[in-house]
């Protein structure tokens, strides 16, 4: 049964910081590209990021890039997104995708207050 819980979520001021998590089971985590996603309320799910199985290289969305970082672990069969200089526009619920599978988690909340 394929799982993703995604994690870290919460309410932090503009300027600040947060670490996402995303635990996976029942699929091969290092065999495809994760990626990470968010939904702001009234809008469409958007792509944020993605890493290749490996990690060795990632690609982000312009509106994200320069701060936010998307890493692996494959040991742990987890992949993070490290947001930094957070603003408010970058609220929303925040999900992880594996390439492989076509399947969600059911997201952690993430709301910038200014």
């Known amino acids: 049964q394929v799982r993703l819980v995604e994690s870290g979520g919460g309410l932090v001021q503009a300027g600040g910081s947060l670490r996402l998590s995303c635990a996976t089971s029942g699929v091969i985590f290092s065999g495809y590209t994760m990626g990470w996603y968010r939904q702001a309320p009234g809008k469409q799910r958007e792509w944020v990021a993605t890493?290749?199985?490996?990690?060795?290289?990632?690609s982000y969305a312009d509106s994200v890039k320069g701060r936010f970082t998307i890493s692996r672990d494959n040991a742990k069969n987890t992949v993070y997104l490290s947001m930094n200089a957070l603003k408010s526009e970058d609220t929303a619920v925040y999900y992880c995708?594996?390439?492989?599978?076509?399947?969600w988690g059911q997201g952690t909340q993430v709301t910038v207050s200014s």
């Open positions: 890493i290749t199985s490996s990690g060795s290289s990632t």
């Open positions: 995708k594996s390439g492989g599978y076509n399947y």
